[in-house]
């Protein structure tokens, strides 16, 4: 086995929003010596903002609205962290991340428990068999009894859990965190810069007491019986075949029980796993490289207006200079300056191993999600889900003297996936479609402030979006023409069929039986 590709640990942090899961990185980060200061992702108080969120309207919202990658090392692991965004309107782009990890870690909320968002991302583990790890976050503030947590994720995300490090107390008797897997006790001092207390004790020992307390160390001598009477011996290979998901407790921001998270993650979590292909599956260790695309990120770099498309590596080695075929476009390439990030921060690099991200210039908007790199192969990289749109608006010009601003500001947005652009056959407006409405804010925002260029919004009253394909040409014909002034295209100049109801979408169904209706771009074509 290759010592490098063993050494990698590649997953993603997901959570519904607000559960900690941007302040989370951040400590990784801090433990890994990439940032001195880890910063507070919503304080007015400090200017610093959290390294992961760098876009402006991150930094304004306090939220995360798009995927960012950072690697590091880690005692002997070199780590890619993939920090996503949580909230719903962003869930494609998290969904895609999910196909470039190996594995995952789930935030939750220790008041709030499983919530919608945390339950739709663990089905995409599920259906992917991605290893989790869960880490019930903000114990220092009031929150639910840990037993109930447990038995609400095991029901909630149909999953088997099972605790490897336990709370004593919560909120203002918070005293810290056992250990289960180490054997340790860590006390808490609420400190969002440095690293807890760490010390070994006997269990059943007085200086458990004298640590913690007489009532609390009673209460977790009980709960420890308690867990490991219910719940069976921790088992790694079950972990990482997906069938058991191991849960810490600790408080992020507080760097509380974050360390021994990490520390456990390195140890127990699976190293870069093969990559299913159309053709066949793509082993990590094959010496010939492959690799895909699953995001693209216009202007992280605002002064050059540079596209940046992430490549996730799947075997072998990838090399600075060396050409790689482009496999949809049949063109070798040659890439003089791939980058790894941390986050906005990036560094040029000679060389990556089958479970890195790597950073690849998408000048003339040479990649589109999904496109494949190898080293000559015909393999295509597949399962990069592509939602069909909820919402629709029209995109107008608020300034035509920035027309062509404009249209080079949503062509690189559509890029990356955020949204899709369908032009109107008879009279050529073009209509956004998304999942979310927080993305049409994103867009008009990011529109503005890094293409400036201003575009309003006005209502497109539609039901569904279907891409249509026949084997019939006369009846695609036909039905076109039928049907003109619900027709587009889309960015491929595929024929898009635009219902606005669900009457109109079933009688055209009915009335043409040889064309297919397809409610997903991904899935012809």
């Known amino acids: 086995m290759n010592p490098e590709i063993q050494r990698r640990r590649t997953f993603a942090i997901i959570s519904h929003p607000d559960a900690g899961k941007t302040t989370l990185t951040e400590k990784f980060l801090l433990f890994g010596g990439q940032i001195q200061v880890a910063g507070a992702v919503k304080s007015n108080k400090i200017r610093k903002t959290a390294t992961s969120d760098w876009m402006e309207i991150e930094r304004q919202r306090?939220?995360?609205?798009?995927?960012?990658?950072?690697?590091?090392?880690y005692k002997d692991y070199k780590i890619n962290i993939l920090d996503t965004p949580g909230h719903q309107d962003f869930a494609e782009d998290t969904f895609r991340t999910l196909t470039a990890v190996d594995s995952a870690i789930i935030v939750v909320d220790s008041a709030k428990g499983v919530e919608t968002q945390t339950r739709r991302l663990m089905e995409v583990c599920r259906m992917r068999k991605t290893p989790v790890i869960i880490f019930i976050n903000k114990l220092d503030r009031e929150g639910r009894d840990p037993f109930e947590l447990l038995d609400e994720l095991e029901e909630e995300l149909q999953l088997h859990v099972r605790p490897l490090s336990w709370p004593i107390g919560q909120g203002q008797r918070?005293?810290?965190?056992?250990?289960?897997y180490q054997q340790a006790l860590n006390l808490f001092t609420p400190d969002k810069q440095r690293i807890t207390q760490r010390v070994e004790v006997d269990i059943d020992g007085s200086e458990l007491d004298e640590y913690v307390g007489e009532t609390p160390a009673d209460q977790l001598r009980t709960d420890l019986e308690l867990l490991n009477g219910v719940y069976d011996d921790f088992n790694a290979d079950e972990y990482r075949e997906a069938s058991v998901a191991p849960v810490f407790f600790g408080s992020a921001l507080n760097n509380f029980g974050v360390q021994e998270l990490l520390d456990t993650f390195v140890e127990?979590?699976?190293?870069?796993?093969p990559t299913q292909a159309e053709e066949r599956l793509v082993s990590p260790e094959e010496p010939n490289f492959s690799g895909f695309i699953f995001k693209i990120t216009a202007n992280i770099d605002p002064n050059h207006r540079s596209s940046i498309a992430f490549c996730k590596v799947c075997s072998g080695q990838f090399e600075r200079n060396t050409p790689y075929l482009h496999v949809r476009q049949g063109k070798a390439l040659r890439f003089t300056s791939p980058?790894?990030?941390?986050?906005?921060?990036?560094?040029?690099?000679?060389?990556a191993w089958a479970g890195d991200i790597v950073g690849l210039p998408n000048t003339g908007n040479t990649f589109k999600i999904g496109d494949t790199l190898t080293n000559g192969e015909q393999l295509h990289f597949r399962g990069l889900p592509s939602f069909s749109p909820e919402l629709f608006k029209y995109i107008e010009n608020a300034d035509p003297m920035r027309s062509k601003q404009l249209e080079r500001g949503i062509q690189q947005l559509m890029d990356e996936g955020v949204a899709q652009l369908f032009t109107r056959t008879f009279n050529g407006r073009k209509i956004i479609g998304t999942v979310g409405q927080l993305q049409f804010e994103v867009i008009q925002y990011r529109l503005e402030h890094e293409y400036n260029a201003l575009c309003r919004w006005e209502p497109a009253h539609l039901y569904k979006a279907c891409w249509i394909t026949s084997d019939n040409d006369d009846e695609l014909k036909r039905f076109s023409q039928r049907k003109y002034q619900y027709m587009a295209e889309d960015r491929e100049g595929r024929m898009v069929f635009l219902a606005d109801s669900a009457y109109v979408l079933q009688m055209a169904q009915e009335d043409f039986p040889d064309i297919q209706f397809h409610f997903n771009s991904e899935r012809f074509g």
């Open 62 to 73: 306090g939220i995360s609205v798009s995927t960012s990658v950072m690697e590091f090392e």
């Open 174 to 180: 918070f005293r810290g965190v056992y250990n289960i």
């Open 268 to 273: 127990i979590a699976p190293a870069p796993q």
């Open 339 to 351: 980058v790894q990030f941390m986050a906005q921060r990036k560094e040029t690099i000679e060389q």
